[in-house]
């Protein structure tokens, strides 16, 4: 099969990077996507049978997905069509169907694969819909972004969604023999240096052949530590997008281990966050959110601790700022849990929708005109602070409702407290409502 750059008219003979010259001549070369493209993998089903449907290859950069578009539409004996969602529009796709439509009525299909396909919008996404229905052509989009959000839902039924792996430690270092055996020559890095390289790729193969190439050109002759290493280099930095799925994995992966009381994994994504260009007071606000929503009255200081980091670091900005938050990131994790107030919050809310507009009991009603006395307004309201308990144990529900109990506290931290409270009120209650007397009243 042709490489890219055969199919752009250039030399076999011409100089050529060494990712291309890297590049699979069959599905068993490709590293690191074993669960796709083993024998009972989607892909591997697939070219066996030489049957190939529309695909969705989900999935980080550099983790093969134009390779394995290409190799299938081979197993498919389907020509092989390319575009870019960034740099083609309408009239691009009209020329590839007319002559997709061409090639069908010669007895061969076409497979499409445009990459970045999140790209396009909805009108455009929905221009595919009839040739793919059709079977004038095999869609096969590349994206980077999570399909459930950026493709639509009417060309999503029709294709396979197939999620690649960052390519793993072991992948990596596969890439770069192959790097070696090409090149003929051992990579000029130390073993620390060799780790270091992989740690910079973040599982992007692309970019790893890059800086192979890069090596081999500058390093002349000298081997490096990580040190020099870093000096010829530029860290690739992470994948992170403050406006798409990777900002909201890694939040989630914050909100989770600080739920799971994992400081050190607490730790690790909010650094992560910070690393990649996230906004900081972003991240305390999800910790002032945190601390309500599940630490509560567990630990009432857990709040304050949020607060607190975002004063700092309005005061301080980065990167001094930066330590109040991390210190709060560690106070949550660290503190006693529960969603008691989160779900008591949840359960007053659906309440106040089932009961509408309800009136207060008329004896917690102020009655500043005679009209209102006359009317009963405040009439037998019992004055909490005339009571020996501070408590009087009166009804505050409307007369019509039967009383709910939607704050659950549980026996953790101080709410192990507030649920002794909690039980006392409920015995005072019950004394009121049965009328028996109570001392200090």
């Not at 695909?55 to 069509?81: Q, S, V, Y």
């Not at 919008?121 to 399909?147: C, H, K, M, W």
């Not at 309800?358 to 009603?365: N, R, S, T, V």
């Amino acid at each position: 099969m042709s490489n890219l750059f055969e199919s752009a008219g250039v030399d076999d003979g011409a100089p050529r990077p060494l990712a291309d010259r890297l590049r699979p001549k069959s599905l068993e070369d490709v590293v690191g996507q074993d669960h796709l493209l083993g024998p009972s993998g989607a892909l591997g089903r697939m070219a066996a049978t030489g049957r190939i449907s529309s695909l969705i290859l989900w999935g980080p950069p550099g983790t093969g997905k134009t390779t394995i578009a290409r190799l299938l539409a081979g197993h498919g004996n389907l020509a092989f069509e390319q575009i870019s969602a960034i740099f083609s529009g309408v009239a691009d796709l009209k020329k590839v169907f007319e002559a997709a439509k061409a090639r069908r009525m010669g007895g061969r299909g076409t497979l499409l694969f445009v990459d970045e396909i999140h790209r396009f919008n909805r009108s455009q996404q929905d221009g595919f819909l009839p040739y793919v229905e059709d079977g004038t052509i095999i869609l096969i989009g590349a994206t980077t972004e999570n399909p459930s959000f950026e493709i639509n839902s009417a060309l999503l039924s029709r294709m396979q969604v197939l999620v690649l792996n960052r390519h793993d430690d072991a992948a990596l270092e596969e890439l770069l023999t192959r790097a070696e055996a090409e090149i003929g020559e051992p990579l000029p890095l130390d073993a620390d240096a060799r780790v270091s390289l992989k740690a910079m790729a973040d599982g992007d193969g692309r970019f790893l052949l890059n800086c192979v190439e890069t090596l081999y050109d500058l390093a002349g002759g000298e081997t490096l530590d990580p040190q020099a290493l870093a000096s010829l280099l530029q860290k690739r930095a992470p994948s992170y997008d403050k406006d798409r799925d990777g900002h909201y994995n890694l939040i989630s992966a914050l909100h989770k281990s600080l739920r799971g009381s994992d400081p050190d994994a607490a730790l690790y994504w909010a650094a992560r966050m910070l690393v990649a260009g996230e906004d900081p007071l972003y991240v305390v606000r999800r910790l002032v959110r945190f601390a309500s929503e599940d630490i509560g009255l567990a630990d009432p200081e857990a709040i304050h601790q949020a607060l607190a980091a975002k004063d700092a670091y309005e005061f301080l900005g980065s990167p001094e700022g930066e330590l109040q938050i991390m210190q709060a990131v560690l106070y949550l994790a660290t503190a006693p849990k529960s969603n008691a107030a989160y779900k008591a919050e949840k359960a007053a809310k659906r309440s106040a929708k089932a009961t509408g507009s309800l009136m207060p009991p008329a004896h917690i009603l102020n009655a500043p005109t005679k009209m209102m006395k006359d009317m009963g307004y405040g009439a037998g309201y019992a004055y909490d602070h005339d009571t020996e308990a501070g408590v009087s144990g009166q009804n505050y529900f409307p007369a019509e409702m039967k009383r709910e109990g939607f704050y659950k506290p549980v026996a953790r931290g101080f709410e192990r407290e507030v649920q002794k409270r909690l039980e006392y009120f409920s015995r005072v209650r019950a004394d009121y409502a049965a009328k028996k007397p109570r001392e200090g009243e």
